[in-house]
Every structure is written in C-alpha cells, then in structure tokens.
C-alpha cells in the first residue's frame, strides 16, 4: 500500500519561514511529478507548485514565485517545500500529490497526502 505523509506544519510569524516535507512509502515502483496543494478556509483547493520527477522543471503559481521552492529527493521519495518570507494569505492546509506506480498493479494512480497545516499570524 502506498501513502503519502506531510510534516512540518506550524505557526509562524510573517516573514518567517517554513520547511515542508511529503514522503512516499510503500510497494513503489517510480513516482512521476510531484505536486503541493494547499487549501485555505472556505477556499477551493489550489496547485501551488510542481517538480518533475528529474527536478529539472518547477512551476509555481505566480503569487508563491520567488518565495517558495520545490524540490525532491528521489532515493528517500521526498519532496520538499522551502516556504520563506511567508504572508498570513499563505495560512492554509498544504497537501502534496503525486502520480505513483504501486508494484502491486504497476499502475499509475494519484496519491494525496493527509495534509499539514501552516498559519502565517503575528
């Protein structure tokens, strides 16, 4: 069985930062592109970042760029979110995503994590 789990959540203040991490376990055979979502109170959930499965592609959405960085360690199946000079509009529960073959199936299904949340308040 394959699963995805976050951590790193918490509570900082503006302009702080944070470290979130999302490991894969489980009978996997590759895991293709890596994804964070996050999802504010109230709000649909929204893609904040991707890294292909070779790190050499990162997309952003635009009001993250330059803030946050994605990256991924392929021998420990984790990806990574640097989140620096955070805004309370970046309070929200962050998810990560991944397209992951189980060894099982050798299918590719999506996997969701359970979630971390991160509050950004003085």
């Known amino acids: 069985q394959v699963q995805l789990v976050e951590s790193g959540g918490g509570l900082v203040q503006p302009g702080g930062s944070l470290r979130l991490s999302c490991a894969a376990s489980g009978s996997i055979v590759s895991i293709n592109t890596m994804y964070w979502y996050r999802q504010a109170p109230g709000k649909p959930r929204e893609w904040v970042a991707s890294i292909t499965p070779s790190g050499t592609d990162r997309n952003y959405v635009n009001s993250v760029k330059g803030r946050f960085t994605i990256s991924r360690d392929n021998a420990k199946n984790t990806v990574y979110l640097q989140m620096n000079s955070l805004k309370p509009e970046d309070t929200a529960v962050y998810y990560c995503?991944?397209?992951?073959?189980?060894?099982?199936?050798?299918?590719?299904?999506?996997?969701w994590g359970q979630g971390t949340q991160v509050t950004v308040s003085s």
């Open positions: 995503n991944a397209m992951i073959v189980d060894r099982t199936t050798l299918r590719a299904s999506a996997y």
